[in-house]
């Protein structure tokens, strides 16, 4: 039975109001398109997004804090969006840094997996995800 695999959690101080669409159309490509189980051992994969603000700046390279739950089988890590890579830039560099730090983080994840000696059907997972970045990155021109 496929179910929603991917999901896009995200920290904001709600100030980014030009970060919002695009998070939310990423969303539902995922849904649409990165359908699993990819894996026996995780239901889903479960980036969050910390949005920099006034509040609280993110500003980390990579991903930080990846974490496996066994017991209700899946995996999260943060992934930092800062304010400087959304405040006074084009749609397009928005979305095109939003797709790009997603995918660092989908990699994180399988890195983290790999390690664990998880089997997870990395291929697909990143084809399915690559159909997603492709569909996101064409509506914005």
Not at 65 to 87: H, M, V
Request: aromatic share 8%; charged share 30%.
């Amino acid at each position: 039975m496929a179910s929603q695999t991917i999901t896009l959690g995200m920290q904001t101080s709600g100030e980014d109001r030009s970060t919002e669409p695009h998070v939310i159309e990423l969303r539902k490509l995922l849904a649409a398109h990165c359908n699993g189980p990819y894996s026996t051992e995780i239901a889903e994969f479960a980036p969050i997004l910390r949005v920099g603000g006034d509040m609280q700046e993110f500003d980390f390279k990579g991903c930080e804090r990846i974490r496996r739950n066994r017991k209700g089988a899946y995996i999260t890590l943060d992934i930092a969006f800062p304010s400087k890579e959304w405040k006074n830039r084009t749609d397009s560099h928005i979305r095109e840094f939003l797709v790009e730090i997603l995918e660092v983080g989908l990699r994180c994840c399988l890195d983290r997996l790999r390690k664990d000696k998880v089997e997870v059907q990395e291929e697909k997972l990143l084809s399915d995800f690559a159909t997603v970045k492709k569909l996101f990155l064409t509506a914005s021109r």
